[in-house]
């Protein structure tokens, strides 16, 4: 079975600070890999996906994410961090088939002034 | 436009009492999914539903059913036999690349 490790439960940066949003996953296949936002009491939203093209993905909002296979990662940055970035961040894998997401446990993202 | 709808966004259910969660979407997606959410575990997968008339047990099934009579719906029932229903709970469908979210519903039992 798939599954998706969060470092870091809450992360604090400064406004204008480099955000970095830890993922690691295992997977025995190459996987799909997704970061989702999420605001308060609200579901979720696609930031950005990795499909097997390039490693590099840009995202909504200015977020990108770094596919590493040998590090099994999937790290999200963000060069500078802006207060409305402050929300809960969820990493996923899916098999190939999509059929089954699995989430990491969320990385709370305070942005202070 | 395009979108699923969960309703009611507040719900509270006395101790004993079964509650049906409301999932429409109107985006065409076949597969339809359920996932609780609780403070510090992230969302853990309780239905899903890849075709109308057929659904299957995800990893948190205990205490929950649901049923998919049309593509359109995908209504969750938290029954008695569920321990500890208060949660957010998340419906999500998706074509086969992706999810797309409800808003969600927060079941509090009073």
């Known amino acids: 079975a798939q599954s998706v490790t969060q470092l870091g439960s809450h992360v604090s940066v400064s406004e204008g600070a480099l955000v970095l949003l830890r993922c690691n996953y295992s997977s025995s296949v190459p996987p799909y890999l997704f970061w989702y936002v999420q605001y308060p009491n609200q579901g979720l939203q696609l930031l950005l996906k990795?499909?097997?093209?390039?490693?590099l993905v840009k995202g909504i909002n200015g977020f990108e994410a770094e596919f590493k296979k040998s590090e099994t990662s999937f790290h999200l940055t963000k060069p500078s961090a802006h207060m409305s970035d402050a929300a809960e961040y969820f990493c996923a894998v899916s098999e190939y088939n999509f059929n089954k997401f699995y989430f990491g446990s969320g990385t709370k993202l305070n942005v202070k002034p | 436009d395009g979108g699923i709808t969960q309703s009611p966004k507040y719900l509270f259910r006395k101790e004993g009492q079964n509650v049906t969660l409301s999932c429409e979407q109107n985006l065409n997606h076949d597969a339809m999914y359920w996932y609780r959410q609780d403070p510090g575990q992230g969302l853990r997968l309780i239905y899903y539903s890849q075709i109308v008339n057929d659904f299957q047990k995800g990893d948190i099934a205990e205490g929950y059913s649901v049923s998919r009579e049309k593509k359109e719906s995908f209504p969750l029932t938290v029954t008695s036999a569920q321990k500890n229903p208060t949660a957010f709970y998340l419906c999500?469908?998706?074509?086969?690349?992706?999810?797309?979210f409800g808003s969600g519903t927060r079941l509090t039992v009073v």
């Open positions: 990795y499909t097997s093209a390039a490693t």
């Open positions: 999500a469908s998706s074509p086969g690349y992706g999810y797309t």
